[in-house]
C-alpha cells in the first residue's frame, strides 16, 4: 500500500510527464513544407522517405504524408500536417499526447498517445494519419524543422521547407508614408483635403464636389478637374488614398492597434451604408443649399483642426471620440461601412486596373489566414481559404494598404493586373474539390 507522501510524488511525477502547452505568441516563422500539385508525380518517393525513417515497421502506411492521386486525370494532392496557428487537434486530444513547441511545430508524445483519432477527424486536412492495419497515428513533426527527409527525396521538387518571408517592406514604408501625409494635411496645408484655393484655382474632395454641386446648381470646372485627378488615380492604383494617404485613416491605424475589439450589431455591418451616407449627404446639400455634412466629416473635421483657427465646436468635437469608438467593435469601421469619400472612390475602384489576388494553391489555408487576419476591412473570405479555393477580393472595399502582400510568408497575396486570370500557383486548375481528397483519406 501506498502512503499519502508515495501517492503525492506519484501525482506530480505523472503531472510533468504530460506536456505543457506553449504559453505566448508562436515564431513569427516557423517553417513550413510547401506543396506544389503542378510538380508533383505521384511516385511516393516522400511517403518511402518518410516511413524509412523509422526502419523497424517502415512501410509507407505508416508514413506522416500521403499522397492522393487520381489516375483519370493524373492530379495528385500531398495529405500532411500544416503546424497550425491554432492547431484544432490540440483541443481534442483527450489525453493532452498534442503540443504546439516554441519552434511552431506541432507534436504528438507517443508515450501518452492512444490512437483514438480524435484529432484526424478534428483536422481540416485529416493531416493525422492511421495506419488502415495497425491503427497507429502518425503526423508529420517536420523531422524537428531540419531538411525533412520528404523534402530531400522529392525529385521533382514538389515539397520545399521554407519559413516564409524575412521582413515585410512595404510596413516600413507604408507608415512612414502616412505620417507624412498627416503632417503635410493636418499641420501645414490647413484644411487642403476639404477646400484649398489659390487664386483662381480650388481643389475640392470628391464628396465634397458633389456636395458643392448639388448645394450651388452650378459645375466649377477646376472642382471638377480636381476630383478627377484623384478619381482617375483611384482607377490606376485602387483606393490608395484610403490606405495610404488619408489622415483620419492614418489615426484610426493608431487607435486600432490600442483598442480590443468586442464586434458591431448585425445591422451595422452593411458595406452599402456608406452609399446611403452619400446620397444623404448630397441630397441634404441639394436641399439646404449648402454643404452640412462637410461640417462633421471626420477627415475635414481632422485637416481643420490645427492651428490658431482651427478650433472645433459642436458637433465637429464630438465626431472623433464617437468614430473612434467604433474601433472598438471593428477595425476601420469608418472606412468599411460609412465614409462617403470612400464610396466615391469605390466607385471608382470597382472598374480600376488593378487587384489583389490570393493564390490558395501557393499558400496554407486554414492553417494560416494571416491575410485574413491582417486586413483592416475584413474583405478576405476565410471559408473560400478553408476549401482551398483562391477568395475574390472586392477591390471596391479594398483600400491598398497591401498588408496582405507583404505579410504572406508563402507569396500567396500579389497585385496583379485586372485582366490577368490566374493567381499565384493556379497555373493547373484543378477539377476535383478539395473535400474529395479529405473524403478518401477518412474513409
Same mark, same amino acid.
Request: glycine residues 10%; charged residues 20%.
Given at each position: 500500500?501506498? *502512503? ?5 510524488? #506519484? ?11 506553449? !504559453? ?5 516563422? $516557423? ?112 523531422? *524537428?524543422?531540419? *531538411? ?48 484649398? +484655393? ?32 484623384? #478619381? ?24 486600432? !492597434?490600442?483598442? $480590443? !475589439? ?9 458595406? #452599402? ?62 472606412? +468599411? ?31 494560416? #489566414? ?11 473570405? +476565410? ?8 477568395? !475574390? ?51
Amino acid at each position: 500500500m501506498l *502512503d499519502t507522501q508515495d501517492r503525492s510524488e #506519484m501525482a506530480v511525477t505523472m503531472a510533468e510527464l504530460h506536456p505543457q502547452p506553449l !504559453k505566448g505568441k508562436s515564431p513569427r516563422r $516557423p517553417p513550413v513544407i510547401l506543396f506544389d500539385p503542378t510538380r508533383c508525380t505521384g511516385c511516393g518517393e516522400c511517403e518511402t522517405a518518410c516511413a524509412n525513417r523509422r526502419p523497424l515497421d517502415g512501410t509507407p502506411a505508416i508514413a506522416a504524408i500521403r499522397v492522393l492521386k487520381r489516375e483519370q486525370d493524373g492530379e495528385n494532392f500531398a495529405i500532411y500536417c500544416q503546424h497550425c496557428r491554432e492547431p484544432l487537434c490540440i483541443a481534442v486530444c483527450p489525453v493532452h499526447a498534442i503540443t504546439k513547441g516554441d519552434d511552431g511545430i506541432v507534436r504528438i508524445d507517443r508515450r501518452l498517445c492512444t490512437d483514438c483519432g480524435l484529432c484526424a477527424l478534428a483536422c481540416p486536412e485529416s493531416a493525422p494519419l492511421k495506419d488502415p492495419e495497425t491503427g497507429r497515428i502518425a503526423k508529420c513533426d517536420l523531422c *524537428d524543422g531540419e *531538411d525533412p527527409a520528404c523534402v530531400k527525396q522529392c525529385p521533382e521538387k514538389a515539397l520545399i521547407l521554407t519559413r516564409g518571408k524575412r521582413f515585410g517592406w512595404i510596413k516600413l514604408l507604408r507608415w512612414p508614408v502616412q505620417a507624412l501625409a498627416f503632417f503635410l494635411l493636418v499641420m501645414v496645408f490647413i484644411g487642403t483635403f476639404c477646400y484649398f +484655393r489659390a487664386g483662381s484655382v480650388s481643389l475640392e474632395c470628391p464628396a465634397g464636389f458633389l456636395q458643392h454641386l448639388a448645394a450651388s446648381k452650378t459645375l466649377w470646372l477646376t472642382g471638377l478637374g480636381s476630383a478627377a485627378v484623384l #478619381m482617375g488615380l483611384t482607377l490606376l492604383l485602387g483606393r490608395f488614398f484610403c490606405g495610404w494617404i488619408c489622415p483620419f485613416g492614418f489615426l484610426l491605424d493608431l487607435v486600432g !492597434k490600442i483598442t $480590443p !475589439k468586442f464586434g458591431l450589431p448585425r445591422f451595422i455591418k452593411n458595406r #452599402m451604408i456608406k452609399y446611403g451616407v452619400l446620397a444623404g449627404a448630397v441630397g441634404t446639400s441639394a436641399g439646404l443649399g449648402f454643404q452640412p455634412f462637410c461640417t462633421v466629416c471626420p477627415i475635414g473635421s481632422l485637416c481643420r483642426s490645427y492651428g490658431p483657427n482651427g478650433l472645433l465646436t459642436g458637433a465637429q468635437m464630438a465626431i472623433f471620440p464617437a468614430v473612434a469608438a467604433l474601433e472598438v467593435g471593428e477595425r476601420r469601421s469608418w472606412c +468599411r461601412y460609412f465614409c462617403p469619400v470612400g464610396a466615391v472612390l469605390a466607385l471608382a475602384a470597382r472598374i480600376g486596373l488593378i487587384k489583389i489576388v490570393i493564390g490558395a494553391r501557393q499558400c496554407k489555408k486554414f492553417s494560416c #489566414m494571416r491575410c485574413a487576419d491582417i486586413c483592416p476591412t475584413g474583405i478576405i473570405d +476565410r471559408e473560400a481559404l478553408r476549401e482551398g479555393i483562391s477568395p !475574390k477580393i472586392p477591390m471596391a472595399e479594398c483600400i491598398m494598404c497591401l498588408r496582405c502582400v507583404d505579410q504572406c510568408p508563402y507569396g500567396a497575396a500579389k497585385i496583379r493586373f485586372r485582366w490577368q486570370k490566374t493567381a499565384p500557383g493556379d497555373k493547373v486548375i484543378s477539377k476535383v474539390p478539395h473535400q474529395t481528397f479529405e473524403k478518401e483519406v477518412q474513409s
